[in-house]
């Protein structure tokens, strides 16, 4: 009998279901690889292709989370240390992610033949309303640094019932004037294009002490392939017209305006801000933070991203840790959990302790 059972154990052994499971396994891998990697698109707009990476699925149950990077940087370089930060992935697994590129900025992108006409500011906000179609999505949350925010700026106001939210980074509403048209001039004559785009991207404190990130940058734009593509940019960047709003014509959705409190652009910022409903706009002014926070305060950003998205109606039963429970630095604001807003908010530096987050129909402090 035992001999018999024995026997039956071999006869039914089957091989392959490892098989099968190995293969199962294989597929998890190689899905999670593609949703960090992310999938690239070319995709065509009226006015030229733009390269497009999607992670997720294009569900469209909710909008999706549109990104747009500045001058110098790209997609990957501008916006991968935020949302690949442990703190954003609930965030992240909740929402399709959309980077563009500009035009010509990509990794490996072809270099622009000699007199090539780069596109506008304008024209580039323009190529946006493509890449919804194109992944099919009604409506997104835009976050945007620099230019990118200026970009993002432009297409919410000529489409207003596409963008939900907007999280604008270092933006500078303005064109530029006669004064600093000439201090460009004379700098492009005393500097180099890696240094005129590291002043646009870091404090000045920050470029004085040459710490890692600044080096990296400097590094990584004065052996970029395609120079003369950022160059392109650049220059556009810094032709770009007046955005023309005012709080009775602003943005018809929430706004959070994010600068750094020694970044290169926390005056227009501030001038931004008081143009702006104070019913529907968040000022976060980060200490410490620099030039570009999403890379130097990634945990203050997620945290208050969240508050955003919350106050929004999404993500409602989201944890919150970091600006609730630190008691060193603090960042102050007023939310009303069911999306409505009393008064203008304004995210800075205190020195209130944290408080926890109390039930959704109240007004909070929150700090982190």
Same mark, same amino acid.
């Given at each position: 009998?035992?001999?018999?059972?024995?026997?039956?154990?071999?006869?039914?052994?089957?091989?392959?279901?490892?098989?099968?499971?190995?293969?199962?396994?294989?597929?998890?891998?190689?899905?999670?690889?593609?949703?960090?990697?992310?999938?690239?698109?070319?995709?065509?707009?009226? +006015?030229?292709?733009?390269?497009?990476?999607?992670?997720?699925?294009?569900?469209?149950?909710?909008?999706?989370?549109?990104?747009? +990077?500045?001058?110098?940087?790209?997609?990957?370089?501008? !916006?991968?240390? *935020?949302?690949? !930060?442990?703190?954003?992935?609930?965030?992240?697994? @909740?929402?399709?992610? $959309?980077?563009?590129?500009?035009?010509?900025?990509?990794?490996?992108?072809?270099?622009?033949?000699?007199?090539?006409?780069?596109?506008?500011?304008?024209?580039?906000?323009?190529? $946006? /309303?493509?890449?919804?179609?194109?992944? %099919?999505?009604?409506?997104?949350?835009?976050?945007?640094?620099?230019?990118?925010?200026?970009?993002?700026?432009?297409?919410?106001?000529?489409?207003?019932?596409?963008?939900?939210?907007?999280?604008?980074? @270092?933006?500078?509403?303005? #064109?530029?004037? =006669?004064?600093? =048209?000439?201090?460009?001039?004379?700098?492009?004559?005393?500097?180099?294009?890696?240094?005129?785009?590291?002043?646009?991207?870091?404090?000045?404190?920050?470029?004085?002490?040459?710490?890692?990130?600044?080096?990296? +940058?400097?590094?990584?734009?004065?052996?970029? /392939?395609?120079?003369? %593509?950022?160059?392109? *940019? =650049? &220059?556009?960047? @810094?032709?770009?017209?007046?955005?023309? !709003?005012?709080?009775?014509?602003?943005?018809?959705?929430?706004?959070?305006?994010?600068?750094?409190?020694?970044?290169?652009?926390?005056?227009?910022?501030?001038?931004? @801000?008081? &143009?702006?409903?104070?019913?529907?706009?968040?000022?976060?002014?980060? #200490?410490?933070?620099?030039?570009?926070?999403?890379?130097?305060?990634?945990?203050?950003?997620?945290? #208050?991203?969240?508050? !955003? $998205?919350?106050?929004?109606?999404?993500?409602?039963?989201?944890?919150?840790?970091?600006?609730?429970?630190?008691?060193?630095?603090?960042?102050?604001?007023?939310?009303?959990?069911?999306?409505?807003?009393?008064?203008?908010?304004?995210?800075?530096?205190?020195?209130?302790?944290?408080?926890?987050?109390?039930?959704?129909?109240?007004?909070?402090?929150?700090?982190?």
């Amino acid at each position: 009998m035992t001999t018999e059972m024995q026997e039956i154990a071999i006869t039914e052994d089957k091989p392959l279901l490892t098989g099968q499971a190995d293969t199962t396994k294989d597929a998890e891998l190689a899905a999670r690889i593609l949703l960090d990697q992310g999938q690239e698109h070319s995709v065509e707009t009226p +006015h030229g292709v733009l390269h497009v990476t999607l992670h997720g699925t294009r569900t469209t149950r909710r909008p999706a989370i549109l990104t747009f +990077h500045d001058v110098g940087l790209d997609s990957k370089s501008c !916006f991968s240390p *935020l949302f690949k !930060f442990e703190e954003m992935q609930e965030i992240v697994k @909740n929402f399709t992610l $959309i980077h563009i590129d500009a035009p010509g900025q990509e990794e490996g992108a072809a270099t622009y033949p000699a007199g090539y006409q780069y596109p506008s500011m304008e024209t580039i906000s323009e190529m $946006i /309303p493509a890449v919804l179609q194109f992944f %099919n999505f009604r409506t997104v949350i835009g976050v945007g640094v620099g230019a990118g925010a200026y970009i993002l700026a432009r297409f919410a106001l000529a489409n207003p019932d596409a963008v939900e939210g907007l999280v604008l980074i @270092n933006i500078d509403t303005n #064109a530029r004037g =006669w004064i600093d =048209w000439a201090a460009q001039k004379l700098s492009s004559v005393t500097s180099s294009l890696a240094e005129q785009i590291l002043c646009h991207l870091f404090s000045q404190e920050e470029l004085s002490s040459s710490t890692d990130l600044v080096q990296s +940058h400097r590094e990584r734009i004065s052996k970029a /392939p395609n120079l003369s %593509n950022m160059e392109l *940019l =650049w &220059k556009s960047y @810094n032709s770009r017209r007046d955005l023309i !709003f005012d709080r009775n014509s602003a943005f018809k959705c929430p706004v959070m305006l994010v600068v750094g409190d020694h970044a290169p652009y926390e005056d227009a910022a501030v001038e931004c @801000n008081s &143009k702006m409903d104070p019913t529907t706009t968040s000022f976060l002014k980060m #200490a410490d933070a620099g030039g570009l926070p999403q890379l130097t305060q990634p945990a203050k950003l997620t945290e #208050a991203f969240k508050y !955003f $998205i919350q106050g929004m109606g999404y993500m409602a039963s989201s944890c919150m840790t970091r600006l609730s429970r630190s008691r060193t630095t603090s960042l102050s604001s007023s939310y009303s959990m069911d999306g409505s807003r009393s008064r203008s908010r304004t995210l800075s530096q205190g020195s209130q302790g944290g408080q926890m987050p109390p039930s959704p129909s109240q007004t909070m402090e929150v700090s982190c």
